[in-house]
């Protein structure tokens, strides 16, 4: 027998959460309509009864404890948007457990648990939606897991983090210094009070493995990610990199290679032709390339309360058809048990250095004996400021090996006329 009304049940509202409410309030009527079903708002949980108080809903339907969600048997649907992943884990295993489809869109969970929450899933004959996760508002776990099941993924590319995708921004359009382009998208709400995981990339880190396992069907885990941040780059590194014809963006990057899987976050130097250069603000993509489909890109808004809001909603709606239907949408993601991954010191590179050394006869020349000896091949030397004696230096090389460039940088380092703290971006290739 069908089921004409199903009721859900909120857990948090704090930005995603008050969008998911405001955008149900705005278009609840339009998406019944579009789905045939009737959903209603049955019950909203969150600990702070005055922000819960401010949403403008029936008070009978607001709650302080999550178990007055899990455990209601009225309850069709959960919305998981506490973030975290304690103790969303538990509340997600106990909705499962009392038969509930589950909507989330926690990324830290799912990248880190993921793969055994499915898995319960499967086994009850249930499912977890989790479009929200990494894009935001952009459509793109389903086409993911539905639109190119013929194709073979061999690389997936993605500006995922919309924080450091607005501070390159203001960086590289007004000037602005690192921490000054921080403390704007603070200001405009595009950072947190506390940016540190968007910052180190840990942020964009845990949607790769998200992606890894629905592109390349492989379970990964943070420890196989190479994660380096943005806090190395400079208004300089801006300039130059626009001097000769690149952008600076942050890129999660995962590769299906002969030898195994790499998956890498890092800050690259993207040629200003390629789609991800004209990627700007808070605005995320994400590049695919398949064997068949070749090259295809998902660009939109990667955050935000009323985007995100979109897609915790579309999932809604899917999980509400298959109970109106009686029909299981099922788990169909398949992790493989046991991968081999490429480590960063395998692959190979050009990169971007720049560097301050004294200004005297010489130099270049012990550079080039440092660089030639680990078979470092130099394709751009660019030296343009001289202040109290001190040359600053910018070099590109050609593709070489990660271990041997780091072999090369070791022994640069090691000379005594090259300051500390290069600059050191790879480039995209």
């Known amino acids: 027998m069908e089921k004409d009304t199903v009721k859900i049940g909120l857990l948090g509202v704090g930005t995603i959460g008050g969008g998911v409410v405001a955008l149900l309030k705005r278009n609840g009527i339009r998406i019944n309509e579009t789905i045939n079903v009737n959903l209603v708002l049955g019950r909203v949980v969150d600990r702070d009864l005055s922000r819960l108080k401010t949403l403008g809903l029936s008070e009978d339907i607001l709650a302080t404890e999550a178990s ?42 799912m990248a880190t648990h993921g ?8 086994e009850k004959n249930l499912n977890i939606f989790y479009e929200a996760s ?22 997936v590319i993605g ?23 921080l403390s704007e998208a603070q200001k405009s709400g595009f950072a947190e009070a506390d940016p540190t995981n968007d910052i180190a990339g ?17 379970k990964a885990s943070l420890d196989q990610v190479y994660v380096q941040g943005i806090g190395g780059v400079t208004s300089e590194d801006i300039a130059y990199a626009r001097e000769i014809g690149y952008v600076i963006k942050l890129l999660a990057i ?35 390339e398949g064997e068949a489909v070749g090259q295809i890109m998902f660009y939109g808004r990667g955050a ?36 081999t991954y490429v480590p960063i010191g395998e692959l190979s590179t050009r990169f971007y250095l720049r560097f301050l050394a004294e200004d ?30 001190t040359a600053e230096i910018v070099l590109v090389t050609h593709m070489v090996r990660e271990d041997a460039f780091q072999r090369a940088m070791d022994r640069v380092l090691s000379l005594p006329v090259i300051k500390p703290n290069p600059s050191i971006i790879r480039l995209l290739s």
């Open 360 to 389: 005297r006869p010489g130099v270049f020349a012990v550079l080039a004996n440092a660089f030639g000896d680990e078979q470092v091949s130099l394709d751009m030397v660019i030296q343009k400021r001289c202040v109290n004696n």
């Open 159 to 181: 500006i995922v983090n919309g924080t450091t995708n607005y501070i390159f921004t203001r960086m590289a359009r007004d000037n602005l210094s690192f921490q000054e382009a």
């Open 68 to 109: 007055q969600v899990l455990d209601d048997p009225e309850i069709d649907i959960i919305i998981e948007l506490i973030g975290g992943v304690e103790p969303a884990r538990s509340y997600i295993t106990r909705a499962l457990e009392n038969g509930k489809y589950v909507v989330t869109a926690n990324k830290d969970l």
């Open 304 to 339: 935000g309360a009323m985007p995100t809001a979109t897609a915790v909603l579309a999932d809604v709606a899917e999980a509400a058809r298959c109970i109106k239907n009686q029909a299981a949408y099922g788990v169909i993601e398949k992790i493989a048990p046991e991968t």
């Open 202 to 218: 840990l942020d964009a880190a845990y949607k790769l493995v998200i992606l890894a396992g629905l592109v390349f069907g492989k």
């Open 134 to 155: 990494v894009g935001g508002g952009i459509p793109l776990i389903r086409p993911l897991k539905h639109s190119l099941v013929a194709d073979r993924v061999q690389r």
């Open 254 to 288: 995962g590769e299906q290679m002969p030898e195994g899987l790499a998956l890498r976050v890092h800050p690259t130097l993207v040629p200003q032709d390629h789609p991800l250069a004209a990627v700007w603000n808070e605005f995320n993509a994400i590049c695919v």
């Open 115 to 122: 793969a055994e929450l499915l898995a319960l899933a499967r």
